[in-house]
């Protein structure tokens, strides 16, 4: 019995291959996500998945001309910004 879907390109990835073809670990890529500096994901039931095209226009959004070139938008690293994100739920650090 064959696989009907066998021929398709696969419409979503996984975190992952969604890691794997950004060049980036897994684990950076649910650091961006769970801060809001990554591509755009879905939920589909209690899966994380990538759309190639989310994945792609991200990277775009990184692309330079040279050292000097401010760029149009940014790429932003996988760590906390001041935008009243705190640690530990809420809860001020000893």
């Not at 398709?8 to 060049?23: H, I, K, N, V, W």
């Not at 801060?35 to 209690?46: E, H, M």
């Amino acid at each position: 019995m064959s696989d009907s879907y066998a021929g398709l390109p696969q419409p979503y990835l996984r975190t992952p291959d969604a890691a794997r073809f950004l060049s980036l670990s897994g684990r950076t890529l649910e650091k961006h996500r769970t801060y809001g500096t990554g591509p755009a994901y879905r939920k589909l039931g209690g899966r994380v998945v990538y759309a190639l095209e989310d994945l792609k226009a991200w990277a775009e959004r990184g692309a330079k001309t040279s050292t000097s070139d401010p760029g149009t938008a940014t790429v932003s690293p996988a760590k906390r910004h001041a935008s009243g994100l705190r640690p530990y739920a809420g809860k001020t650090r000893r």
